[in-house]
């Protein structure tokens, strides 16, 4: 048992040198390796993505007609014009796709386009969601994950399907955006905190009941950090009450997660720390790879020039209500609340040897 798990782990590691194209001397061991633990038939890395959450997962799932996710300068880097990510490019959904050798899962929103490309699982995220409803009029997490068991229903997804599953979770923060806009008070916020983990940690286990095989639930990031609150020191400082509010929410839910893995076998839930991921990224100004970047890094690329409205914001004329920074690549946000590719790039470089987890 043990054994297999350290010739797993190794064999993932040497996935990720195949993957990353850096195979030359280790090309025969994997193999080797490869063979040995398909002999005892215990070994199954994920091949399906379900994805769940809001914007920082979404690839497309938010109506054209509103969402600032369809509207120029959104999707700049890639795919070079708006497709429907909270970015200049690609979000965290895409490098986790990546990491797992299969395509970024269509959004849901587009099933019926593409009945060919469901196979490699789909994505219901949503952006603006929450666990509770937020006001925006989109499914919220248990409704996300009640189209995934309308799928089953319809037998699109097999229990077998679903074994070879991971679900990826991102809640990252509208639930507590809703709950100071609609004037929740601050004396209130730990019982809210306990309340969207309590409904969370219900989601997670509806989901792990449809037969998927894990299920991956992204931490709070420090929220105290996003442009828009910094934007009152200049984006020079995070807002500490908000972060430690952030860490109180990540302290629960690691012991929804400890909870919930006590009730099932081999740690179905696993935790994602973007919480820490973002705090390495934003402190380091310098990536895994040596790079020297974002060097203001709580300065998003896409600023509105006026208080009332967004990137993307045209006004009556149609003129632009926002300045771009020249190089997305070089600044960790893209606008007020939303990491660009780069930042993404970073922030999954950080996790990467987390990521070997899921193929345990
Ligand atoms: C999620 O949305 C559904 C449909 O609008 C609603 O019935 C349900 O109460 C919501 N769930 C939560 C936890 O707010
Ligand atoms: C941090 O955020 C809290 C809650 O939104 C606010 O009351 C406080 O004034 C902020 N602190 C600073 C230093 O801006
Ligand atoms: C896990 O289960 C054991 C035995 O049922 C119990 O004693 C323990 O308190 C549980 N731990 C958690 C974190 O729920």
Not at 104 to 125: D, E, I, Q, V, W
Not at 237 to 254: M, W
Not at 285 to 304: E, H, Q, V, W, Y
Request: proline letters at 5%; aromatic letters at 12%; charged letters at 15%.
């Amino acid at each position: 048992m043990e054994l297999q798990g350290i010739l797993s782990y190794i064999f993932f590691l040497m996935c990720l040198f195949l993957i990353t194209g850096n195979f030359t001397s280790e090309f025969t061991v994997a193999g080797n390796i490869h063979h040995q633990i398909h002999k005892h038939g215990r070994f199954r890395r994920p091949t399906k993505l379900f994805v769940f959450g809001d914007s920082y997962a979404d690839t497309g799932n938010n109506p054209k007609a509103f969402a600032s996710s369809w509207k120029p300068p959104y999707g700049v880097t890639f795919p070079g014009k708006p497709a429907g990510r909270y970015s200049d490019g690609r979000v965290f959904t895409d490098y986790l796709a990546r990491f797992m050798g299969i395509r970024s899962p269509l959004p849901y929103k587009f099933r019926k386009y593409a009945p060919g490309k469901l196979r490699g699982g789909l994505n219901f995220a949503c952006g603006g969601t929450g666990v509770f409803d937020t006001g925006n009029l989109q499914p919220n997490l248990t409704t996300q994950i009640g189209f995934l068991q309308g799928l089953i229903k319809e037998r699109v997804y097999t229990k077998r399907d679903l074994k070879a599953s991971l679900a990826l979770v991102t809640i990252s923060g509208n639930d507590y955006g809703t709950y100071t806009s609609t004037g929740g008070s601050e004396q209130g916020l730990p019982t809210f905190i306990s309340q969207v983990v309590n409904q969370l940690a219900k989601d997670l286990k509806l989901l792990h009941d449809t037969g998927v095989r894990r299920v991956l639930v992204t931490t709070l990031q420090p929220i105290g950090c996003l442009p828009t609150v910094t934007v009152s020191s200049s984006y020079q400082q995070c807002n500490v009450s908000q972060n430690s509010a952030a860490g109180f929410h990540n302290q629960l839910l690691q012991h929804a997660v400890a909870k919930l893995n006590n009730n099932t076998k081999d740690s179905s839930f696993l935790i994602l720390d973007i919480f820490s991921a973002f705090n390495t990224v934003l402190k380091s100004k310098r990536d895994l790879t040596g790079n020297s970047k974002f060097d203001t890094p709580l300065k998003p690329c896409c600023i509105a020039t006026s208080s009332d409205a967004n990137c993307g914001s045209l006004d009556e004329n149609g003129k632009k209500l926002y300045t771009v920074c020249k190089r997305p690549a070089s600044t960790f946000f893209w606008d007020t609340v939303h990491p660009t590719q780069a930042g993404w790039h970073a922030v999954y470089i950080t996790l990467r040897s987390s990521l070997n987890r899921i193929n345990a």
